[in-house]
């Protein structure tokens, strides 16, 4: 157009070169403004984010029940060594005020020592029964009790202090090995370390990195029965009195599975262990089975009492068992084929 206004005599050279050095010179201011427009946006929105977080209530002040509140009389004498730990007494619980009860209604005791393992479809609300024993969820309908006390008489502190948590999808935060096992005890000592590693059979894995302890995990690969074997060896490094272990429905691998087979076995020896069990292994080994179906304990016992009672036991043990054994899962009717999922797809994917 300016070349063609040049030609024409209406527009000097001049002009057209001053007019297309300063079009070149807003060039980048405007470039500039337009990048500044997408951030202010996300910053907007993260601000929106920070202040919902800010907004929520935290524990304690929910139930009125500041932290570390010093324990009430009862406990200062002490629990009766052959009282129950945990107790649950009717307990339900939804997600929401319109959901269906998640949980419904379930009665169980849980002794000092020893190993219960749930089990049930998935969806059967398993982890949930974690949730209300962690205090992540409050009953709506009946109570627990932690040494013969109900939880409301207890900080969420107190509570949380005497059990320990493995994940169903094991969290694992930034910053090195070391890190991720401290955050459970910070004042854990070298040794402490090396004995929860051995335990959990990640010794050499850690010896064969080149910083060790120190190795951040975020450059690391670490394999998904890895993440877990640390995940149980934060939780062992604080000696709970109860160690709630939901496995992981994936990622098994023959190391894992026997490394949380012998941690339960010594921890159930010295205290409570409750397992949700995805792995055969796991449950042949318990003391108590509790079978859960749709948010209700359908029925409990040992794993022989079971498996001449109850069908639904029959048809998830059979499954974990097609799991375990490649050759039966050829084999194996379609029925008892489908009673897991997603759990029974992903162990029968390893399979
Ligand atoms: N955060 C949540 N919000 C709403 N509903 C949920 C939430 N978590 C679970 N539920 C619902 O509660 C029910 C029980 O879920 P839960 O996670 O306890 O099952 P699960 O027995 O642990 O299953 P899986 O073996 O697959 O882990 C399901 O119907 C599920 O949809
Ligand atoms: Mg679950």
Redo the contacts with the bound molecule.
Sequence with gaps: MGAWRVADGHLGISSLIAFLLYAFGLMDPINELSQNVTALQSGIAAAERIREIDEMQAEGEADGLAEGVPSGPALSVGPMPESPVLELKNVSVAYGPDAEAAVRDVALVVPRRGHTAIVGQSGAG??TLFSLILRFLEPAQGELLLDGRPYREHSHHEIRARLAYVE?DTPIVPGTIRDNLLLSRPDATDAELQQVLHEVRLTEKINALDDGLDTPLSGTTVSGGERQRIALARALLRTPDVLLL?EATAQLDGLTEAAVQDCVRVRAARGAVIT?AHRLSTVIDADTIVVMEGGSIRTRGTHEELLATDSLYRDLIEALRIAADPAAARNAPERVRHPLTPAGDAIRGIA
């Design positions: 398993k982890t169903q939901d949700i």
